[in-house]
């Protein structure tokens, strides 16, 4: 259970555990399965103003859109790339 005397935004928090979680379980993983108990260790660090959790939220936002941006004109690039080398000597089989 998650619990704290201030208020957290919900996709803060998410950002927060999504950065901490892998860390924590490489230094806990101890078999194939990580014990419930072992999870009371897992602390976090955060922002207490609510005012710099929106601005992180928000930048991380527009991080991951430019990055789903530069995804999908990457996977463009490469339909036209493969378009061209489909296309490329059509003319010298004729």
Known sequence: MITSKKEIL??????VIERGLPK???????TINLQI???NNFEIEYH?????QRKIVEMQR???????AEEREIEKLKA???FYMKNLFVEQRK
């Open 10 to 15: 919900p996709e803060y928090l998410f950002l």
């Open 24 to 30: 924590f379980v490489h230094k806990y993983l101890t």
């Open 37 to 39: 108990d072992t999870l």
């Open 48 to 52: 207490e103003s609510v005012e710099e």
């Open 62 to 68: 527009k991080v991951q859109e430019a990055i789903e």
């Open 80 to 82: 036209i790339k493969s």
